[in-house]
């Protein structure tokens, strides 16, 4: 199975070149200033881009993304990683990918189940890049808004205020919401399927 990845680059890029989890790949240019291409599909669905660019001004970079597709979550960080300056230990880009496409997935499986979710997590956050308040706020939202969807079990943990102090735990805290969201939705989906589509009114 292939999957579809696309990162959006300055609008000035004429030509792109570059490797997806090691294999080279074919660039196209899409819609806007995004370029896509398709690879295998990955089964933790992670997604390590390395691309050389060139813009129409003759100059030329190299840049790197890590893109998620599907629900990749940690729920498991520690002091210990924190202390001893683990990957856990840290929240960066990645997390912020990551977590963002875990939201986008929610987003898509409630309104492919008839909810109507309107959610635009970013989901191309670069190491370079600083997030503001107002980008934080708008991540805090996005979950807020898939946790008020279904009525979730009373452990579930409570959406952030904000992230100005996170803590290792909060950091889990975000990703055990959106496990708990998805493990409701899920079952929501097969209750409507065993109630309603195949054996509620079945004629044998």
Known sequence: MMQTVRVPLASNALYV??????????????????????????TDGVYRIVLSIIYGDGKTATDSVTLYYGLVLVTDRTQADVI??????????????????????????????????????????????????SDMTLYLSCLGTLRDVLSLPQNTPKTPDNMKDLTYITANNIEKILE???????????FIWYSGDLYSGEVI
């Open 84 to 133: 001893n300056g683990t990957d856990k230990g840290s929240y960066n880009a990645s997390d912020l990918n990551r977590v963002g496409a875990a939201m986008v997935y929610l987003k898509d499986k409630f309104n492919d189940n008839g909810y109507s979710i309107d959610i635009t997590p970013k989901t191309d956050w670069k190491e370079i890049d600083v997030p503001t308040e």
């Open 17 to 42: 070149s570059g490797t997806v989890n090691g294999v080279d790949k074919v660039w196209t240019r899409d819609e806007g200033n995004w370029w896509y291409t398709t690879a295998e599909r990955a």
């Open 180 to 190: 708990s969201v998805d493990e409701m939705l899920s079952k929501s989906i097969t």
